[in-house]
Structures are given as structure tokens and as C-alpha cells.
């Protein structure tokens, strides 16, 4: 069974850095294919990914904030952390880290999902 | 403004139909699979629908999905009142780098 858990501050001033672990459970992020994503979801508002790792360290980042984010992984601690620099109160939202799962189906053609997903963790950006 | 278009709301009574589109582009959809998620209040999203069409195990038949072109399509059928939910679909985007792109979600409520 796949478990993922966010974890990191409520609240967080502007201009600060925001820093978020997301430990994970019942996989390996050394495993071909593998990947963890975090999305976020501004309060009442729609989910927007942020950034994607894969298992051989290869690294994705939203072309609007990719000046602001980095993505890591910790394999022998099963973790995941995602930092954000210059936090703006347009930030605020519940942030998710997310299991990539993928299959090939031949002829070229690949397909992967977001699954599952932890609870995420709301994330206040105000002074 | 998201880069999948969605529409914002969708209703229906119990037991009927209803279908949810997703429009996207030749980088996104036209050239992509599509998933859809389900995300029931204060939750967090869960997968429905994979690769366009498949369902994960535990997810009921009636739910299916469909593409078409750079569309793409959720389809209910038997509505229940515990399908009132968000639905978002998403697919990988080639253009820059490559980036996973999101619907604006669309509210289902059973009336």
C-alpha cells in the first residue's frame, strides 16, 4: 500500500522560503519509472502543479514558477522536499505531494497518473 | 486561467447521465493521455479515470472517459448523490519543458 504525508509550516511571512517533505511509503524512488509530484490548490480554486521528480533524479517544474522552485529526493529516507522562495499571499493554498505511477503501452505511446495522493497541507502565507 | 478547459459546473438527478468535457491542445491532449480525478469536499484528489479510458480497481463502471482529438471526456451514468464532487482532468503538456496540466475542475451536484 502507497502512503504519502506533506509536512512542514502553516504559516509562512512573505519573502520567506517555504520548505515541504513529503515521506512516502510502499515504493521506492529508485525504481525505474517512479516519479513524486507536488500540486497545490489555492482555497476554493483549482489544483496547479508545481514540480515532478523522477527516479533517475531527472526534475520538471512549472514554467510559471520554476525561477522559485527546487525539487529533491532523500531514496534512503523515502522523502521528498520541494522549496519555494519569495512567498507572496497568492501562495496560500493546501500543497499535495503525489505517487506518479506510468505504463508503456508500446509503439511509442506511454501514459502516467497522479496516484494516490496525501493529505495535503494548508500553507498561510501572511504577515 | 487554466490550460484545460472545463467547464465550471455540471448538474443531474440520481440515475441519470451526465458528462463532463475537456478541451485541450495538439501539445497537451492532442498528443497525450488523459486522466480525471475526483475530489470530494475537503479532500484530497483521488484518480478516476487513466490513459483516457481505463479505471483504477475499486473505481464503480459508472464512470467512464473518452478522447477525441484534443478533447476529452468524463462520463457518469446511474448518478448518486455521493458523486457530488470537483472533477479535474489533466494531461501531460510537451511544449517548453514539458509540464502536467490541469482543468479549472468542474463542480457536479446532484440536485
Known amino acids: 500500500q502507497i502512503t504519502l504525508k506533506e509536512s512542514g509550516p502553516t504559516l509562512v511571512k512573505p519573502t520567506q522560503t517555504l520548505t515541504l517533505t513529503c515521506t512516502f511509503s510502499?515504493?521506492?524512488?529508485?525504481?525505474?519509472?517512479?516519479?513524486v509530484g507536488w500540486i497545490r490548490q489555492p482555497p476554493g480554486k483549482a489544483l496547479e502543479w508545481l514540480a515532478l521528480i523522477y527516479w533517475d533524479d531527472d526534475k520538471r517544474y512549472s514554467p510559471s514558477l520554476k525561477s522559485r522552485l527546487t525539487i529533491t529526493k532523500d531514496t534512503s529516507k523515502n522523502q521528498v522536499v520541494l522549496t519555494m522562495t519569495n512567498m507572496d499571499p497568492v501562495d496560500t493554498a493546501t500543497y499535495y505531494c503525489?505517487?506518479?505511477?506510468?505504463?508503456?503501452?508500446?509503439?511509442?505511446?506511454?501514459?502516467?497518473?497522479?496516484?494516490?495522493w496525501g493529505q495535503g497541507t494548508l500553507v498561510t502565507v501572511s504577515s | 486561467q487554466s490550460v484545460l478547459t472545463q467547464p465550471p459546473s455540471a448538474s443531474g438527478t440520481p440515475g441519470q447521465r451526465v458528462t463532463i468535457s475537456c478541451s485541450g491542445s495538439s501539445s497537451n491532449i492532442g498528443s497525450n493521455t488523459v486522466n480525471w480525478y475526483q475530489q470530494l469536499p475537503g479532500t484530497a484528489p483521488k484518480l478516476l479515470i487513466y490513459?483516457?479510458?481505463q479505471r483504477p480497481s475499486g473505481v464503480p463502471d459508472r464512470f467512464s472517459g473518452s478522447k477525441s482529438g484534443t478533447s476529452a471526456s468524463l462520463a457518469i451514468s446511474g448518478l448518486q448523490s455521493e458523486d457530488e464532487a470537483d472533477y479535474y482532468c489533466?494531461?501531460?503538456?510537451?511544449?517548453?519543458?514539458?509540464?502536467?496540466?490541469f482543468g479549472g475542475g468542474t463542480k457536479l451536484t446532484v440536485l
Open positions: 489533466a494531461a501531460w503538456d510537451d511544449s517548453l519543458n514539458g509540464s502536467w496540466v
Open positions: 490513459s483516457n479510458n
Open positions: 503525489a505517487h506518479l505511477d506510468g505504463v508503456y503501452y508500446g509503439s511509442g505511446s506511454y501514459g502516467d497518473w497522479f496516484d494516490p
Open positions: 510502499g515504493f521506492s524512488l529508485s525504481t525505474s519509472g517512479v516519479g
